[in-house]
């Protein structure tokens, strides 16, 4: 198939005025930089799809989400802090039945398709998206999440649920998810890595989130002290990095309380860091350290996190906080954060660009702008509405069923 466009945001800093893309089983073969040369390349049988006077980027990446809470939005509210909405969400997920884990999983992922989003980092705590990831349509990594509030009882049972190999299916992989340092005991940090070793495992934690976190870890001086048993006494990512944890094929999700020294070591171990500002303006937390960690040579990416702690899954809108948050901060960034940056977060390096090679994930849209600086900054601070959207070169409607 040759697609014609009216323009192609290759990736955030190549940009192409009319041409096309050729493509051949779900990859991005080449890259046609003029309608001469689209015209020359066109092989005999090759489909020709002309996305008249609409501009084609690559699909937008969601390093990190939580679809089977989409049921919880609206019902905890953030403002009695962390550990009582924890609590709260504890009791919420219990009431949940399959039928309505499943109907929010197919939900938010057509809200994420509808978005642009053509990829996704789900954190799988009760096994919905194993069941459903290949009939939804995005691309997805689905971790299943571990973990066993630092009780030795539940440790071998934890594992346990994620030791079988999920199915091999397209456009679906596996990931594991040790849940946070501060609900992951070291024996079961170890236990994870060594089973991720083993089978080439992405990886996704949750890290320094809130401060009640980092204190009971380092002296069990918290509110989570009456949830957890007596704190190992050292900061999460000693234990993370302990564990051998700290990897290229890692990220770590939040990241809003950096202690010195740790933005630097997690550079130096390649792992990348997943900001969700949506959850962040929930909280109404502090500014995010976005400075030390771009100073530090932290690769980043941009997640939504999941509707209970969240107002809409959009990785537009996220986007759009970033910029709101970081006026200074360059659309071509932004723009690379959500999709690059989410691509390296999954490990899946052929998404989030149409280079040669490159997953044919890509969204069309109809924006005014007619230069890349102006596209950018449409794309990434003013929401613009999508109009067609390919995952692996198969158009999906954004409402969520086929064409």
Known sequence: MIV???AILVDARTWVDGGGLLIERGIVRRVLRSRRAVLRARPGGARWLELDGLIVTPGL???????????????????????PWIR????????????????????????????????????????????????LGPRMVVYREVLDAWNPARTAASLRKVRARLPSRPRVREGLSPHAPYTTS??????????????????????????????????????LRTLL?????????????????????????????????????????GVTLVHCPGTHAFFARPRFPLERYRAAGVPLALGTD???????????????????????????????????????ALAQPFLGHL?????????????????????????TAACPP??????????????????
């Open 186 to 223: 070291t024996a079961l940090l170890a236990a994870v890595r060594a089973l991720a070793e083993r089978r080439g495992l992405p990886l996704a934690i949750h890290w320094a989130e809130s401060h009640e976190e980092g204190r009971w870890l380092r002296s069990g001086e918290s509110p």
């Open 61 to 83: 990446v969601d390093a990190h989400a939580h679809l089977d809470l989409g049921g919880l939005h609206g019902r905890i509210p953030a403002r009695h802090g962390f550990v």
């Open 88 to 135: 709260a969400l504890i009791r919420a997920r219990a009431g949940l039945s399959r039928r309505e884990l499943e109907h929010d999983v197919r939900t938010g992922a057509r809200a994420l398709l509808a978005s642009g989003t053509t990829a996704l980092g789900d954190i799988d705590a009760s096994g919905t998206s194993a069941r459903l990831a290949s009939r």
């Open 355 to 379: 280079r040669r090679d490159g997953a044919a994930d890509l969204v069309a849209w109809r924006l005014a702008a007619r230069s890349r600086a102006a596209v950018l900054e449409e794309l």
């Open 306 to 344: 999941s509707l209970a702690s969240n107002h809409v899954l959009d990785m537009r809108l996220e986007m759009a906080l970033m910029r709101a948050s970081f006026p200074r901060l360059a659309p071509a960034e932004v723009f690379a954060m959500g999709t690059e940056g989410g691509a390296r």
């Open 229 to 269: 048993p007596p704190s190992p006494r050292c900061s999460g990512l000693e234990l993370l990095d302990a564990a051998g944890l700290l990897a290229s094929r890692t990220m770590l999700v939040h990241g809003n309380c950096p202690r010195a020294g740790e933005p630097e070591l997690l550079a130096r171990r």
């Open 4 to 6: 014609g466009a009216r």
């Open 386 to 403: 999508v109009e067609r959207v390919f995952v692996a070169g198969r158009e999906l409607a954004v409402q969520g069923s086929e064409r």
